[in-house]
């Protein structure tokens, strides 16, 4: 391993590049201010130091507990929750950065010249960056715990996405200086065997469900061992001649299911066994297994089949999808275990067109009612695509690509309605648009007031009253209008009443302009409406004040708000969420909104115009609409669903689907894989029986 002479010098110039580039990162975000970011930094910099200074040898112990924050100390119930979840992030990051982190771990291996340090105890990792992070919310004191983890969840995202970049940074740097990656061999590589475990963690659900049937089919693990499972049925079979007769068995059973109609037939004939005498209701479909097409269950070529009979049973099952999708994906079983015998490459490619058409049938009745019926346009329409799709395959996926553009048809003249429906929408967006823009405007205008710490008893006034005075003045006259320069006028002048008179001059000034002062100051609190009780307590409050003025008496000094400090304005969202109804020209649209006013995420959403998005309304219901329009100034979201009910029309907070997508609460149901879905959810059943 080489020595570097210069090494010294070439640490302390790695841990300011480390520094300087974390500090960017953070400030790129948005969500820190710059006292913030300096105690992230002043954390991870005390444990690069902590690290690069010790010599010891790194212990069995600290490498199985080396994801764990162990070197931060937190007492109490919320600071227990805190270090928790600064624990899980860092776990988090060392998943999303594992290349790029593990090259500067072998560089410092060198640096330092220890071949045992743990690969959790990089100076530049998530633990230090974790550290950080826990200096930071120290110093933000009273915080309370909900705003913390909610910052926690918004630092995380920026970390994710950007300490790849970093890292490389980092490993360049280190390359520049003549530091040579230590040989992977002395420390034990990453990589491990294929498991079951590791390949759902990969996110291929459906290889790892068939990894954990064979591992559970007595003696078959053994016929299999030097062949690939990922290869499908056919690369495992035990001869031609059974190949041969299976595709025979299943050519018989799709000829059964399918008689030759044309689609203008009705439904219960071109898909017989699925529909009740009287052709309405939809019997649940049955997953094929390889018993029932005579195939023994320690015959190799039975764990395609019974790993796709598990995917139709799990999709069969869910009570979330409509029974005529369930139909229709029912109708393709025999074209796929076709496929699934000559094609290799459908357990392990994400992308097949087989099981993108499944995807994609998915996509095409999001939104729909679980009891739509299946002359419904759209349900008619899969049922013709999947008959076509049977009656054209013969071995070659352009059948498969045929269907895949009639359903991207599909889903496209669907989500075309969906957002013409939605124009008639906008106006009513645009009126709360119009209130939000009121209330950013007002908050940029007290900003400049708040800031100078003034007494908590003015301080909540502007907070409270003077805000929605200057938002109903905006709304009203705009900013260029001599009423909005009045209001702002009053404030300052208001302020200038409490500031200590040391100069007879200016206590006669304040005598002679009080009276004045007072009585524009009133006409804005009888203007929106302040009870009179609220208004005499806070007048004779700004009496005590002023006569501490005249007596040169500085005013009470405001206790310091280290976490207003430490966070952006834009991480209260906190507040309960409530449901709302408004109505404007006609139209009645919903609301899922705060009672008082909450500025929009300072980073995008993950979701974008055109999404199905299923999310949680105040009352705990869950609904699912299609993503139709994002604000220009709030970023508020409109959402619609003709096709749910009596129909739905709603304009989202930002800020609340924000915090229900972190929490797992929503998401964006387009973005799902159903086969994908279908074999996860496969996987943990088999794994937990």
């Known amino acids: 391993m080489a020595v570097l002479s210069d090494s010294f010098h070439l640490l302390n110039d790695t841990r300011a590049l480390f520094l300087k580039y974390l500090g960017a990162l953070l400030q790129g975000s948005g969500v820190l201010s710059g006292s913030a970011i300096q105690a992230i930094q002043g954390g991870a910099a005390a444990y690069f130091d902590e690290v ?64 045992d340090l743990p690969k959790t105890a990089n100076p530049v990792g998530p633990k230090g960056i974790a550290q950080g992070l826990n200096a930071m919310f120290e110093a933000a004191g009273a915080a309370q715990i909900d705003k913390k983890l909610q910052l926690l969840d918004r630092v995380e995202a920026c970390l994710i996405e950007g300490l790849p970049a970093l890292y490389a940074e980092i490993n360049d740097f280190l390359d520049r200086g003549g530091v040579e990656a230590a040989p992977a061999t002395i420390i034990g590589s990453q990589e491990a065997p294929a498991t079951a475990e590791s390949l759902a963690k990969r996110g291929n659900s459906l290889l790892a469900l068939q990894q954990t049937l064979l591992a559970k089919a007595p003696g078959m693990a053994e016929a299999l061992q030097f062949q690939p499972v990922a290869g499908g049925a056919a690369a495992s079979l035990l001869n031609q001649a059974m190949l041969e007769r299976l595709m025979q068995r299943l050519d018989e059973l799709d000829r059964r299911g399918m008689p030759a109609a044309q689609p203008a037939m009705a439904l219960e004939s071109l898909i017989p066994g699925l529909f009740n005498a009287d052709g309405t209701t939809i019997n649940r479909p049955k997953a094929v297994n390889s018993a029932e097409l005579g195939i023994p269950g320690s015959a190799t070529e039975s764990l395609a089949i019974d790993t796709l009979a598990m995917i139709f049973e799990t999709i069969f099952a869910n009570p979330a999808l409509p029974d005529a999708l369930k139909a229709a994906i029912s109708s393709l079983q025999i074209t796929l275990l076709k496929v699934a015998m ?296 409109l959402l619609l669903n003709p096709d749910a009910g009596s129909g739905l029309a709603l304009a989202v907070h930002p800020a609340i689907l924000d915090r229900q997508l972190r929490a797992g609460e929503a998401h964006v149901a387009s973005g799902n894989s159903l086969f994908e879905t279908a074999a996860s959810l496969a996987l943990r059943q088999t794994t937990t029986n």
């Open 342 to 637: 000559k094609d290799s490459a459908l357990f392990a490619n994400e992308q097949h067109p087989a099981r993108q058409v499944i995807d994609r049938m998915g996509l095409a009745v999001l939104g729909l009612p679980n009891d739509v019926p299946v002359r419904h346009l759209v349900c008619a329409r899969l049922f013709e695509i999947a008959t076509r799709l049977r009656s054209e395959y013969t071995g070659e996926m352009s059948a498969f690509e045929t269907a895949l553009s009639e359903l991207d048809a599909l889903v496209a003249e669907r989500n075309i309605a969906i957002s013409e429906a939605s124009l008639a929408y906008l106006p009513l967006i645009g009126t709360l648009e119009r209130h939000d823009e009121a209330a950013i405007r007002a908050g940029v205008a007290l900003d400049k007031f708040i800031e100078t710490n003034p007494p908590p008893a003015i301080r909540s006034f502007l907070e409270k009253t003077w805000r929605q005075l200057l938002q109903s003045v905006w709304l009203e006259h705009g900013e260029q209008g001599s009423a909005w320069h009045e209001s702002i006028a009053v404030i300052d002048d208001l302020l200038w009443t409490i500031q200590p008179k040391a100069d007879p001059d200016e206590r006669k000034m304040l005598a002679r302009r009080l009276p004045d002062i007072l009585k524009r100051l009133k006409t804005g609190i009888d203007r929106i409406g302040m009870a009179a009780e609220t208004q005499a307590a806070f007048l004779d409050e700004c009496f005590e004040l002023q006569t501490r003025a005249l007596r040169s008496t500085a005013p009470p000094a405001a206790s310091p708000d280290l976490g207003r400090e430490l966070f952006s304005k834009d991480i209260s969202t906190t507040s309960p969420s409530v449901d709302g109804h408004f109505e404007q020209d006609g139209l009645s649209l919903e609301t899922l909104d705060f009672t008082d006013f909450q500025p929009a995420p300072s980073r995008p959403l993950p979701c974008k115009k055109g999404d199905w998005v299923e999310f949680v309304t105040a009352g705990g219901e869950k609904r699912l609409a299609h993503l139709c329009h994002i604000g220009r100034v709030s970023q508020r979201l």
């Open 52 to 115: 690069t200074a010790t010599d010891r040898r790194g212990s069995f112990a600290e490498e199985v507990d080396g994801l764990t924050s162990s070197r931060i100390t937190l007492v109490g119930e919320d600071d227990l929750e805190l270090g928790i979840r600064l624990d899980n992030m860092s776990a988090r990051l060392f998943e999303s950065t594992g290349g790029s982190l593990w090259r500067t771990h072998l560089r410092f291996v060198t640096l330092l010249r220890r071949p």
